[in-house]
């Protein structure tokens, strides 16, 4: 099974600003996603994050706001950009290996 | 399209009850169904699968039974531990693609 590692694990990050969030693979994959974790809620996914070329978006969900880059099989960035309080959330690289869906152990972010 | 339809929680138990968390699916053909597990913070983890109808997955003392009957995949243990406590997730992949349809979650607390 993939061992998905992100960075950074927590942060508390004011208003307005930008957080990217990397997302490290241990094997190569061919299927990486970014979920949404609100508090208390299930998954939403965000996009599928799409090696070489630009990311598929879920409906909600905008390049402008979350930017993703995937450079290569193994790793890919997530970033909120312009934070609200309402960002506020566990944000989840996850990678699909063998219809499976592995999970990396989360951002949890705070948004003052 | 596929989905899932999870018991709501909170569910609360002492140590050693049985215990039952439905989920009941809605599918196109007989995909693979999950249970994932998130440990008060972390991320969520596989508990077990069934990749096709009557198979049973189980883990960790846990079992659910793949009924294309009753359209239901539910979770269940004998004897629950403090150690068990953690929202569990109903899950199967969408459609289309590798994407995973996750459930609301439950939120399971035993008791000493």
């Known amino acids: 099974s993939a061992v998905i590692s992100q960075k950074p694990s927590r942060d508390i990050c004011q208003r307005g600003t930008s957080l990217t969030i990397q997302c490290q693979v241990d094997?190569?994959?061919?299927?990486m996603f970014w979920y949404r974790q609100q508090p208390g809620q299930s998954l939403t996914l965000i996009a599928t994050?799409?090696?070489?070329?630009?990311?598929?978006?879920e409906s909600g969900f905008v390049i402008d706001k979350f930017p993703i880059s995937r450079p290569n099989l193994t790793f890919s960035t997530l970033t909120v950009s312009n934070m609200s309080p309402e960002d506020s959330s566990i944000y989840l690289c996850?990678?699909?290996?063998?219809?499976?869906?592995?999970f990396g152990p989360g951002t949890r972010l705070t948004v003052l | 399209g596929n989905s899932v339809t999870q018991m709501e929680g909170p569910v609360t138990l002492s140590e050693e009850a049985f215990l039952t968390i439905n989920c009941t699916y809605t599918?196109?053909?007989?995909?693979?169904l999950f249970w994932y597990v998130q440990y008060p913070g972390e991320g969520l983890q596989l508990l077990l699968k069934?990749?096709?109808?009557?198979d049973k997955g189980s883990n960790k003392g846990f079992e659910a039974t793949y009924r294309k009957e009753t359209t239901s995949f539910h979770l269940e243990k004998g004897s629950v531990q403090v150690s068990d406590s953690a929202v569990y997730f109903c899950?199967?992949?969408?459609?289309?693609?590798?994407?995973?349809?996750f459930g609301t979650g439950t939120s399971l607390t035993v008791i000493p």
């Open positions: 996850s990678a699909s290996e063998f219809n499976e869906q592995f």
């Open positions: 094997s190569q994959v061919t299927m």
């Open positions: 994050a799409n090696q070489g070329s630009e990311a598929t978006y």
């Open positions: 599918a196109t053909g007989y995909p693979s």
């Open positions: 069934a990749t096709k109808a009557d």
């Open positions: 899950a199967l992949p969408r459609n289309t693609g590798n994407q995973f349809y």
